[in-house]
Nanobody
Framework: QVQLVESGGGLVQPGGSLRLSCVAS????????MGWSRQAPGKQRELVAR???????RYADSVKGRFTISRDNAKNMVYLQMNTLKPEDTAVYYC????????????WGQGTQVTVSS
């Protein structure tokens, strides 16, 4: 089992920035690719970004150039730096693990709310 705990969500104005953090604990051998997904009200959950142990990344087209994912393998942590935030970025953001950049997510955190509004 892997436990994921997110932090860093909140309310921000359009054009602002936020940094999300996630710490993973439990069976570390399960942790390979880490990432973030989000779910906006009335919409399906979507992948935002992923990063492999070696630092290879994958981003949703909607966040490319604005969001940056990074990780600290020694601490089992993953981060999401979100810049130039837009109202459409409003969602609950979930930390996830997966077997690969393009595999299914297998563990999910509880989520942290990000609201972009003036």
């Amino acid at each position: 089992q892997v436990q994921l705990v997110e932090s860093g969500g909140g309310l921000v104005q359009p054009g602002g920035s936020l940094r999300l953090s996630c710490v993973a604990s439990g069976s570390s051998w399960n942790i390979n690719t880490m990432g973030w997904s989000r779910q906006a009200p009335g919409k399906q959950r979507e992948l935002v970004a992923r990063i492999s142990v070696r630092g290879n990344t994958r981003y949703a087209d909607s966040v490319k150039g604005r969001f940056t994912i990074s990780r600290d393998n020694a601490k089992n942590m993953v981060y999401l730096q979100m810049n130039t935030l837009k109202p459409e970025d409003t969602a609950v953001y979930y930390c996830t693990t997966a077997s690969s950049l393009y595999g299914e997510s297998n563990y999910w955190g509880q989520g942290t709310q990000v609201t972009v509004s003036s």
